[in-house]
């Protein structure tokens, strides 16, 4: 029956790899067809609206990072990344359920020069301002480091550091004003505090520890 398709479905999605693009794609599309024939019936599929939504969002986050091909950035010989982006990771997939759960911290690992657009676009798909892919490259940037979670910083590890001007050249792509004056800001507060974070791996805005 389609009520115990749905919870059985419902319970199967958390145990699939972050990566499983099709076997997640499946289930939420499995779990949405399932609500929608119970619902015709007059039944109760027991999904709220909000994991109903959920399924959606996957499904139109899925569908971006599979048409814009976006992976974790390479790590080769004089190519910039970001920090806490492993080398076993280059080329892979992105965490699907990290990015609907922490999209900042998750794309902070991700974005690079090369990539910006395409994060911008996830981004916005995952409810970030306008910009802030952009706001998240020119952080890691200047300071030779990205947010973390619980605040703090990441200090680079691997990768060539791009000079000053590049990164002035990315805050003047951020459109929001507001956001880039807090980007600015931002930027100016951790050259005075961060200085060799990238050496010793220490950051500011609360010490975080570098890989």
């Known amino acids: 029956k389609p009520a115990t398709v749905a919870r059985l479905l419902s319970g199967a999605l958390p145990l699939l790899g972050e990566g499983e693009y099709e076997a997640i794609e499946f289930v939420n599309e499995s779990l949405l067809r399932a609500h929608a024939q119970l619902a015709r019936g007059g039944e109760e599929s027991g999904l709220t609206e909000e994991q109903l939504r959920a399924c959606e969002r996957s499904l139109d986050v899925l569908g971006l990072l599979r048409g814009l091909d976006l992976k974790f950035p390479s790590q080769a010989a004089g190519v910039w990344c970001p920090a806490g982006a492993a080398a076993d990771d280059a080329g892979s997939r992105l965490p699907l359920f990290e990015l609907l759960a922490k999209p900042a911290e998750a794309l902070a690992l991700v974005v690079t020069p090369e990539n910006v657009h395409k994060v911008s676009l ?36 691997l990768g060539v550091r791009p000079s000053k ?47």
């Open 122 to 157: 996830v981004g916005r798909a995952l409810g970030l301002r306008e910009g802030e892919a952009h706001a998240l490259l020119v952080k890691a940037m200047y300071c030779g480091a990205t947010p973390k979670a619980g605040g703090g910083l990441v200090s680079f590890g």
């Open 165 to 211: 001007q590049e990164g002035a050249k990315w805050l003047a792509e951020i459109e929001d004003p507001a956001l880039a004056t807090e980007t600015a800001e931002w930027v100016a507060s951790q050259a005075l505090g961060v200085g060799s974070s990238r050496d010793s791996g220490q950051g500011g805005g609360g010490g975080g520890q570098g890989r």
